[in-house]
């Protein structure tokens, strides 16, 4: 089935990538709490607007956001969200 949001060809490319359903749309955050939620969309947005957010820069939105930086990093990694490189560098977002 397809969400409302994908259309037929985002699904089909999706698919093919291998990302399964559950990680498509609105369910790729599911795991995440309120304030991860909002660091993520955070980092989607200063792609757009900015290019790729600093290390620095997302260690400064969790802590508004109250979270603890570290963790939240290795949240969002394991979600397959956002990946820092060795120097703790937002590569992939």
Same mark, same amino acid.
């Given at each position: 089935?397809?969400? $409302? %949001?994908?259309?037929? /060809?985002? /699904?089909?490319?999706?698919? /093919?990538?291998?990302?399964?359903?559950?990680?498509? *749309?609105? $369910?790729?955050?599911?795991?995440?709490?309120?304030?991860? !939620?909002?660091?993520? !969309?955070?980092?989607?947005?200063?792609?757009?607007?900015?290019? !790729? /957010?600093? *290390?620095? @820069?997302? !260690?400064?939105?969790?802590?508004? +956001?109250?979270? @603890?930086?570290?963790?939240?990093? %290795?949240?969002?990694?394991?979600? @397959?969200?956002? +990946?820092? %490189? %060795?120097?703790?560098?937002?590569?992939? *977002?």
């Amino acid at each position: 089935m397809i969400s $409302a %949001d994908l259309s037929a /060809a985002v /699904a089909e490319a999706l698919a /093919a990538a291998g990302i399964p359903p559950e990680r498509w *749309g609105s $369910a790729r955050t599911d795991g995440l709490t309120d304030a991860e !939620r909002q660091l993520y !969309r955070w980092v989607l947005q200063h792609f757009v607007e900015q290019g !790729r /957010a600093s *290390g620095e @820069d997302l !260690r400064v939105q969790a802590c508004k +956001h109250g979270l @603890d930086s570290a963790t939240t990093a %290795d949240v969002l990694a394991r979600e @397959d969200l956002v +990946h820092l %490189d %060795d120097e703790g560098e937002v590569v992939v *977002g």
